[in-house]
């Protein structure tokens, strides 16, 4: 009798186990996608007088265990000028959704400060293949993204 306890201990550990196991396969397979080299464009914004377009490099974290760490150089066109902004950042799963924040470390270029302050380029990612990732720009203004991975580069 004392044996069946623990029996069923050992069943449920097993049973919790396994359960857990391929949401933490799934998360380093998607992972895994979304290391390399990126272009990427937004659709427009600000009243259609805007589009943004850039590079991403993703690269397995140093500083950030749980996620990705990755370098973003942000190239925001409105027309009448425009910003060139080199970022760091870090990717991070959110549900089943990843978060890409970025901190500015440089203007390259800077357009005419008729829009405001320039904001860090923070992405949502929501669907990640191998060559394509689609999400959406949440930063000063909000717009669909799409990443394409550059040819040669996968990782």
């Known amino acids: 009798m004392k044996s069946v306890p623990a029996t069923l201990f050992v069943i449920a550990t097993c049973l919790s186990v396994a359960q857990a196991e391929p949401a933490v396969t799934a998360r380093s397979e998607f992972n895994a996608d979304m290391l390399g080299s990126w272009s990427f464009s937004t659709d427009r914004?600000?009243?259609?007088?805007?589009?943004?377009?850039?590079?991403?490099?993703?690269?397995?974290?140093?500083?950030?265990?749980?996620?990705?760490?990755?370098?973003l150089t942000a190239v925001e066109d409105c027309g009448f000028g425009r910003s060139v902004v080199a970022q760091t950042c870090q990717i991070t799963a959110d549900n089943t959704e990843y978060l890409l924040e970025s901190e500015i470390v440089e203007f390259i270029e800077r357009m005419p400060n008729v829009m405001g302050v320039y904001m860090p380029d923070h992405f949502i990612i929501s669907d990640v293949t191998g060559d394509e990732m689609h999400g959406r720009l949440v930063s000063a203004s909000t717009a669909a993204a799409i990443f394409v991975r550059d040819e040669g580069n996968i990782s």
């Open 45 to 71: 914004y600000a009243n259609g007088i805007c589009q943004m377009t850039g590079t991403l490099t993703v690269f397995p974290g140093q500083t950030n265990a749980d996620g990705l760490e990755c370098e």
